[in-house]
């Protein structure tokens, strides 16, 4: 998941998933944020300046439009359901 899939969205958002900040840091002129999502740690960034403080709560939104999937216990790309595998 690449930090262009995430979003910052209002609780109240459909689709908005709990989270908090888990460090932050500027990258040029981008904002970094690590976000804690339960057990994982996904990137945001953004080129909008944005005051963040570790632990803070934010909600997020994924966008999986172009992700790549997979699984974690082999390591092997997931396929879109009604995909054509190449044999």
Do not use: N, W
């Not at 998933?17 to 339960?38: D, K, T």
């Amino acid at each position: 998941l690449r930090p262009r899939h995430v979003s910052l969205v209002p609780a109240e958002s459909e689709g908005a998933l709990p989270a908090s900040v888990y460090a932050h840091e500027m990258i040029g002129r981008e904002l970094q944020l690590m976000l804690a999502l339960g057990d994982d740690v996904v990137r945001y960034r953004s080129r909008e300046a944005k005051e963040a403080s570790v632990g803070e709560p934010v909600h997020l939104r994924l966008s999986l439009d172009g992700a790549r999937l997979f699984d974690r216990a082999s390591g092997q790309a997931l396929t879109p359901a009604g995909a054509r595998m190449e044999p």
